[in-house]
T-cell receptor, first 113, second 112 residues
């Protein structure tokens, strides 16, 4: 069965600090990988996605993620966070183009101004 | 273009009642998925529909059911409501799963 693990449940950073949120998944075959973000009071929105090609993918608002197949990981990074990045971040995995996408438990990021 | 529309936004129901939630996907999106979001469990997959067929179902009791209509609109129904069913129910549509989902704002269900 597919599963997704996000290592940090809560992260607090100061503005301009670098961010890395960990995500590991379990699935043996081809995967489609996603990061979603939920800003306070807003609905979930897609931050970035990977399904093939360059394992380093860039998303909106300066975020990027790297797919490392050997480590079953898809970590999210941003070189310099802003107060407006305060949100909850979810890693998600769809295995083999199947009809179910599994989400991690989420990481709450708080950025201090 | 219009986003994913879920109605109603809020619902308060009593234990034992049933409830129907509605979702209108983005025009052209034929796949509709439903999730239950709670603080303790995160997003839990309920089911996915495509062209009126349920293609996958999560680990929820049979009290949770859904359907999809020919215009891709979808409904989910929860019968014999329990306190533990209180949650945010999210609908998401997609054109191709590789492109990810577009989520609606959700229906917040409170069971008292």
């Amino acid at each position: 069965a597919q599963s997704v693990s996000q290592h940090n449940h809560h992260v607090i950073l100061s503005e301009a600090a670098s961010l890395e949120l960990g995500c590991n998944y379990s699935y043996g075959g081809t995967v489609n990988l996603f990061w979603y973000v939920q800003y306070p009071g807003q609905h979930l929105q897609l931050l970035l996605k990977y399904f093939s090609g360059d394992p380093l993918v860039k998303g909106i608002k300066g975020f990027e993620a790297e797919f490392i197949k050997s480590k079953f990981s898809f970590n999210l990074r941003k070189p310099s966070v802003q107060w407006s990045d305060t949100a909850e971040y979810f890693c998600a995995v769809n295995g083999g183009g199947g009809f179910k996408t599994i989400f991690g438990a989420g990481t709450r990021l708080f950025v201090k101004a | 273009k219009a986003g994913v529309t879920q109605t109603p936004r809020y619902l308060i129901k009593t234990r034992g009642q049933q409830v129907t939630l509605s979702c209108s996907p983005i025009s052209g999106h034929r796949s509709v998925s439903w999730y239950q979001q709670t603080p303790g469990q995160g997003l839990q997959f309920l089911f996915e529909y495509f062209s009126e067929t349920q293609r996958n179902k999560g680990n929820f009791p049979g009290r949770f059911s859904g359907r999809q209509f020919s215009n891709s609109r979808s409904e989910m129904n929860v019968s014999t409501l329990e306190l533990g069913d209180s949650a945010l129910y999210l609908c998401a549509s997609s054109l191709d799963i590789r492109n990810g989902y577009t989520f609606g704002s959700g229906t917040r269900l409170t069971v008292v």
